[in-house]
């Protein structure tokens, strides 16, 4: 009877948890009726109505103050655009900036600092406190607009999330007493791993958010305006971001709703991810940032063993040699020996070419942090450093405390293992910093 139990309350609990996920999705409304009209909410919040945050919601926020006049646009080249901060016209009544619009304007500044202007695509990047950590305060500031105009609730509230938790005690309390009686401490400590992380699924729920009915009427609303401007509910315009040059807002707002890929393009490098704007030496110039995984020369123990490895083939060529001759050993030397001496070479000259230390000046472009290979492996903090010499930027990992204390936009002085990719020291502002 217990068990039985146990098998319905639970059984009952974990329906109850996913009618409620079921029941508070973040749904899509309808398109309301076409019209170009514009709201007052502000392109980011409304890719964030859209679903679209995390991919248009900084481009169409700086398509929003060029359109506004913050931000001065030209082209530089065909789909290409170059950036430079101006002072807002003082007859339009501009209201004041968003923390997240203030965030990106002031990105845009720090970029453009010393240069003038600034490639729309290098405002992807170079971001002063890294990738990562602006864009997640970027997100959490929009987010917190869209709950201030109560355009976004929780998920589920605190009578729903005391339900589902008074709910939830029965079942782990059956499922532990009938283990105890029956099979054991070890099947109570998996019983009391799957009842928790069933109570962290609950938890999460309240801790997300979805659409109010507010919400809802404005992404339709939205939605309508999509329709009305491409005529489709699934549509792109052509647009692009110089019609902000000319104080089109909807660009913006197209760019917010998916609907203007051509204008997010010219300040996203989605598409080429590994190349990075540097302006150090005075002029901007794109370098490639590899991974701070590779590894150029194999370490101590791969020297030793790809030496080691030739022993055997010259015994069995020379064995070769004694009994076919001077041809077949030459064609054994050919192959199979070739998977040993072009591997061979490929070593010895790597660890010929590259010096075992190398120190230079940079300037830090760029801060990222990567999630281990393995779900057991840490977290890796990574920076991109210029040298000013090469092509390919320096890409390697650094030390958490290291990281926090790195800002982009830095000059520094670095020593390096370019055989194995290694960081040794940083030396910002005159003070050196191990890795």
């Known amino acids: 009877m217990i068990t039985l139990a146990v098998e319905v309350t639970s059984g009952a609990w ?10 508070t999705r973040w749904w899509r409304p309808a398109p309301g009726p076409a019209s170009l009209t514009l709201r007052g909410e502000p392109p980011a919040v ?7 945050l995390h991919r248009n919601g900084y481009p169409a926020t700086l398509l929003d103050l060029a359109a506004r006049g913050w931000i001065g646009l030209g082209e530089a080249e065909p789909s290409r655009v170059r950036c430079h901060p101006a002072a807002p016209p003082g007859d339009r009544g501009l209201p004041a900036l968003t923390d997240y619009e203030r965030r990106a304007l002031a990105h ?34 929009v987010r917190a607009d869209a709950r201030d105009r ?9 009578g729903t999330l005391t339900l589902l938790v008074a709910a939830w005690v029965p079942g782990v309390t059956l499922a532990v007493s009938d283990l105890a009686v029956h099979h054991g401490a070890v099947l109570i400590f998996g019983a009391v791993v799957f009842y928790v992380a069933a109570l962290r699924m609950a938890w999460a729920l309240y801790r997300d958010t979805r659409l109010s009915a507010a919400g809802r009427a404005a992404l339709s609303d939205w939605l309508g305006f999509r329709v009305a401007l491409i005529g489709s509910r699934s549509g792109r315009t052509a647009g692009t971001a110089l019609l902000a040059a000319a104080g089109d807002r909807r660009i913006a707002y197209a760019a917010a709703l998916g609907a203007a890929p051509d204008a997010v393009a010219a300040f996203s490098a989605s598409a080429d991810r590994d190349h990075v704007w540097s302006s150090f030496g005075g002029s901007w110039h794109r370098v490639v940032v590899g991974s701070p995984r590779a590894k150029y020369v194999p370490g101590a123990a791969g020297l030793a063993g790809v030496t080691a490895l030739g022993f055997p083939f010259a015994v069995m060529g020379l064995y070769v040699l004694d009994h076919a001759g001077p041809m077949w050993a030459t064609v054994f030397a050919v192959f199979p020996g070739c998977t040993w001496w072009i591997c061979a070479l490929w070593v010895y000259w790597s660890a010929a070419r590259l010096p075992r230390l190398a ?4 300037q830090v472009l760029k801060l990222w942090t990567e999630a281990g290979e393995e779900e057991s492996e840490a977290e ?16 390697l990992g650094i030390g958490r405390q290291a990281y926090a204390s790195t800002r982009a936009g830095m000059l520094v002085r670095v020593r390096v293992d370019p055989r194995r990719n290694q960081l040794l020291a940083l030396s910002p502002a005159g003070a050196v910093t191990d890795r």
């Not at 974990?14 to 029941?23: D, F, G, I, N, Q």
């Not at 970029?111 to 970027?138: C, H």
Request: net charge negative; aromatic share 10%.
């Open 108 to 141: 845009l500044e720090f970029r453009a600092a010393g240069m003038g202007a600034v490639p729309g695509t290098a405002l992807y990047s170079g971001f002063e406190i890294g990738e990562d950590e602006f864009r997640r305060r970027f997100e959490d500031e």
């Open 359 to 362: 120190e230079f000046d940079g």
């Open 150 to 158: 109560e355009l976004t609730r929780g998920r589920i509230g605190r």
């Open 46 to 52: 409304v890719g964030l109505l859209a679903g679209r």
């Open 14 to 23: 974990l329906a109850l948890l996913a009618l409620t996920a079921l029941r």
């Open 380 to 395: 890796t903090y990574c920076v991109a450093i210029d040298d000013g010499m090469s092509e390919r930027a320096w890409a």
